[in-house]
């Protein structure tokens, strides 16, 4: 089965097929480095981790940019409030400099660990003001800005095709705009190109340009950087639904404009991952860190397992029951790769290509997981390192059959001569290097405790 997707611009599944094989083109809307990232941030990450990992099973070469917002994204959608970094700097004590070094390193730390493949380009926004400043001046050049008191603005009724991407109801926007929307805003779905720094305002991170200090809006980092990285129009754009009514739906804009392209072949969209039932937020306390996860004595992995037993485009509500649930799962697989070590066995009849056929419908993890388990018992160490290689979930612990064969050896030998004092000295031996035993009529094997 030929790699099949959902497209949001098409809003049905399409099969993937890229200009350049050996080329292609992924940009992936990152973080906005203000704060530390939790589990409902890393879910995008993870998802599109199989994304290039399936990619990669069928022959083709992803080369994917992931931007880090540093600069421009207002606490408001609407060009509105504060700057999440200089919000960040006044709580923290620090400066937005430090505030985005730190933040960067810590979620480079957490995606590390989760063995999500590194992009191609870790792209920084502050790193391509220059390339931002020329898409604004194109921009102004071909007619599809404004200029008003807080920032130049792009004119949405310059792009017939605005409201295409995200089905918006323009008329029902413009007569519901509420009183907050600039007075000198031409149509309530215009949007900052570049933001203005008005006299007095302190705001750490600017730049000269067109006259006056300022920076780039937020929606304008994502073209620049795909225009300067890999070039329109790109194979896969990834992002979250929120993206899809303002985000995902200016860059299109905005580039459309500026360089006549059209931005992105296919764009896949992942769905929220909940609480408790509940959104993801400050307010109600309940965010959680990889950190916390691991100190409630999970591993990253359990977690990842977890996101992966549903599909990207369902929305996940997240308990500690349900990681328990998968923590259990995760282990079950690996003790299934233990007796692998021992008891060698045949491949299974076309296990990869199955396994990656389950994936080619539209990475359906899920349904590759529930084919992982009709045939776990038969699995050979072979196909479980392909499992590893798609999912990455560190499913193959140490191989310790040699160090602990004298100790099941002379286990055996107490039991036999009926020293059962012995026999549970060792099998305690065993627990405390966090392994087990099982006796069968084939022997005794080692299994994680």
Same mark, same amino acid.
């Given at each position: ?307 992966y037993q549903g599909h990207y485009r369902s929305e996940r509500n997240f308990t500690f029951a349900d990681l ?80 602990? /064969?004298?100790? =099941? @050896?002379?286990?055996? %030998? *107490?039991?036999?001569?009926?020293? #059962?004092? &012995? /026999?549970?000295? =060792? @099998?305690?031996?065993? %627990? *405390?290097?966090?392994?087990?035993? #099982?006796? &069968? ?7 994680? %405790?």
């Amino acid at each position: 089965m030929p790699l099949r997707l959902y497209n949001t611009a098409s809003r049905k599944i399409e099969t993937f097929e890229p200009k350049n094989p050996d080329e292609v083109k992924i940009y992936t809307c990152g973080p906005t480095v203000y704060s530390a990232p939790h589990i409902g941030n890393f879910a995008a990450y993870i998802y599109w981790d199989l994304l290039l990992r399936t990619l990669k099973a069928n022959g083709l070469t992803p080369k994917r940019v992931l931007n880090l917002t540093d600069v421009g994204h207002l606490t408001s959608d609407g060009d509105s409030g504060e700057d999440k970094l200089e919000k960040g700097a006044k709580k923290e004590g620090k400066t937005v400099w430090e505030i985005a070094d730190f933040y960067i390193d810590l979620f480079k730390t957490d995606f590390a660990k989760l063995r999500l493949l590194e992009p191609a380009v870790w792209a920084r926004a502050t790193d391509f003001i220059t390339e931002s400043e020329e898409l604004v001046q194109r921009l102004i050049d071909r007619g599809f800005t404004y200029e008003t008191s807080d920032g130049v603005y792009f004119d949405t009724s310059k792009f017939s095709g605005y409201a295409d991407f995200a089905r918006l109801d323009l008329e029902n926007l413009k007569a519901g705009a509420r009183v907050e929307f600039s007075s000198e805003k031409r149509n309530p779905s215009d949007f900052a190109v570049w933001k203005f720094i008005k006299p007095g305002e302190n705001h750490a991170m600017r730049w000269d340009f067109l006259g006056r200090p300022g920076y780039p809006g937020w929606h304008l980092e994502c073209s620049s950087i795909i225009h300067a990285c890999l070039g329109e129009p790109i194979d896969i754009h990834t992002g979250g639904v929120d993206h899809v009514p303002v985000h995902h739906t200016n860059e299109i804009a905005q580039t459309y404009g500026a360089f006549g392209e059209k931005l992105a072949q296919v764009w896949l969209h992942c769905n929220f991952l909940t609480i408790n039932g509940e959104k993801i937020s400050k307010s109600l306390g309940n965010i959680v860190t990889l950190a916390e996860l691991e100190g409630e004595g999970f591993s990253v992995f359990d977690f990842k397992l977890w996101l992966y037993q549903g599909h990207y485009r369902s929305e996940r509500n997240f308990t500690f029951a349900d990681l328990e649930a998968a923590r259990a799962r995760r282990k079950n697989w690996r003790n299934f790769v233990a007796l692998a070590f021992q008891l060698p066995r045949a491949n299974v009849k076309d296990f990869q290509k199955n396994l990656v056929e389950k994936l080619n419908d539209d990475l359906n993890s899920a349904a590759a997981f529930a084919y992982i388990d009709s045939v776990a018992e038969d699995m050979s160490l072979e196909d479980w390192r392909a499992v590893e290689e798609l999912f990455a979930l560190d499913l193959i612990p140490e191989d310790v059959t040699e160090q602990v /064969a004298p100790q =099941i @050896r002379a286990r055996t %030998a *107490a039991r036999q001569a009926h020293d #059962f004092a &012995t /026999a549970d000295r =060792i @099998r305690d031996e065993l %627990a *405390a290097q966090g392994l087990s035993l #099982f006796d &069968t009529s084939d022997g005794t094997f080692w299994q994680l %405790a």
